[in-house]
């Protein structure tokens, strides 16, 4: 470690000296502790007086003296949001690169254009090749981040290869459900690879597992933030633009709306890996908001199903839109769970997420269940195939996440069993996603 680090430590073990609460040997394990997290978060891509912020920042969720601390020392944790190490050159390379990437992302999505493509005529092969154009540069901008090798390299690069002539030499019916399924689904397979990338040699460890949940839906945040931003800008150029005649649409259907929904993602990767260190991470405190309101609603409608002794309604816009919500409430558990300490006993939050994942059970059963009424009155079809392979795995997943949930209520089980659960079951979703690209089309004629 730095000297400047051990510094660090020692002002931070010297404030713990002072308090009279604690003993010489507690000083101890917690630096212990303190040390450990600070090599994690070193070998994940930190640097030394990141990781020693986001440390204590950690335990102080555990321990309200390091708390104290880190709330003493708030003025360099707000610097630390525009100011890093002594030169400058790390976060200066890390900021080129990423806006570098950005304008690759950007130039990429146009080169279609080149062959006489365009965004407005050619939907189908855009709406299919759209995640090819950001996901393999994201994944190669957490490839440099991280420091992989070629090995890694060559192996993230083929299996995008892979999914780009899979999905362009399928002749898809344009317009056809084949080709909406593999436009919805192949950016959540290839999501997997960034996963990988993002956690790096991590990807084994449950906490590299998490990191790349809590990444995913910081990234989420921010992107919906970039795009209000971008409204606003649009909608100033246009006012701007008016007063002298000249009318912006053509130039932003062409350029500025699917160049910047392409580099925004490289943007708002490169914005959560550089302040989500310092700022509380949004998407687990949302998540803690939710919670008791979709499972309020999800209580409420199963409740008004048993009391009118209806089924779910089987039109197939209705069963989506059920699916999306039970989505969101997988969504809801993981980055609640992302957010909890493993190691804190049971509280009342742990009650309503129990209530939350045993509805949303219920519910996807009912879903289930009208999924088959609608295959058996009507056969298969690529989208009821897809949406049945859909409810199988969410209630695979609820199902278990209940049976653990239950067990760590009644002190039978820790919680890291069910953090476990969830980070393994991350590939499940994107091999799903994967024999919907790869095995639907053929099977169903490309249809």
């Not at 209580?299 to 008004?304: C, D, E, K, W, Y």
Request: contains cysteine.
């Amino acid at each position: 470690m730095t000297a400047s680090l051990e510094e660090e430590i020692g002002r931070w073990r010297s404030y713990l000296h002072r308090r009279q609460a604690i003993q010489p040997v507690d000083v101890a394990e917690l630096e212990d502790h303190l040390r450990e997290q600070i090599a994690g978060l070193t070998r994940a891509g930190l640097s030394a007086d990141e990781a020693f912020l986001v440390a204590v920042k950690r335990m102080g969720e555990l321990d309200a003296l390091s708390r104290e601390f880190a709330r003493e020392h708030s003025e360099r944790l707000w610097k630390q949001l525009v100011a890093s190490s002594p030169d400058g050159s790390e976060p200066q390379r890390d900021s080129a690169m990423a806006f570098a990437l950005a304008a690759l992302a950007a130039l990429l999505i146009k080169v279609p254009a080149l062959f006489g493509l365009r965004l407005d005529a050619d939907t189908g092969f855009y709406a299919r090749n759209l995640s090819l154009f950001v996901l393999p540069v994201l994944t190669g901008y957490f490839v440099w981040k991280r420091r992989l090798d070629l090995r890694a390299f060559g192996w993230f690069a083929a299996a995008f290869v892979v999914a780009a002539v899979a999905v362009n030499l399928y002749p898809l019916a344009t317009g056809g459900s084949t080709e909406l399924l593999t436009a919805l689904h192949l950016p959540v397979a290839l999501w997997l690879l960034v996963g990988m990338a993002y956690a790096g040699r991590r990807w084994n460890e449950v906490g590299g597992r998490m990191d790349f949940i809590r990444f995913s839906g910081e990234l989420f945040i921010y992107y919906v933030l970039i795009a209000l931003g971008g409204a606003v800008l649009v909608a100033s150029m246009a006012l701007v633009f008016q007063v002298v005649g000249i009318d912006i649409g053509p130039f932003f259907v062409s350029w500025l709306l699917p160049c910047g929904a392409a580099g925004a993602v490289v943007i708002g990767s490169w914005l959560v890996e550089s302040k989500q260190s310092v700022i509380e991470n949004m998407a687990p405190v949302l998540a803690r908001l939710f919670t008791p309101l979709f499972a309020a609603v999800l209580i409420a409608f199963l409740a008004t199903l048993l009391w009118t002794g209806r089924g779910i309604a089987i039109e197939r816009n209705a069963l989506l839109a059920f699916d999306v919500l039970l989505v969101m409430v997988l969504g809801l558990l993981l980055y609640s769970t992302s957010a909890r300490d493993p190691r804190a006993p049971a509280g009342a939050f742990d009650v309503v997420q129990v209530v939350l994942v045993v509805s949303a059970l219920l519910a996807d059963a009912f879903a289930l269940w009208s999924v088959a009424e609608r295959i058996t009155e009507f056969g298969f079809s690529p989208n009821r195939l897809a949406v049945l392979g859909l409810n199988v795995v969410l209630l695979v997943n609820l199902a278990w996440s209940a049976v653990l949930y239950a067990g760590f209520l009644r002190g039978k089980a820790s919680f890291g069993r069910l953090e476990r659960w969830q980070t393994d079951y991350l590939p499940v979703y994107a091999l799903w996603a994967a024999v919907v690209v790869v095995v639907l089309p053929p099977l169903f004629g490309f249809a």
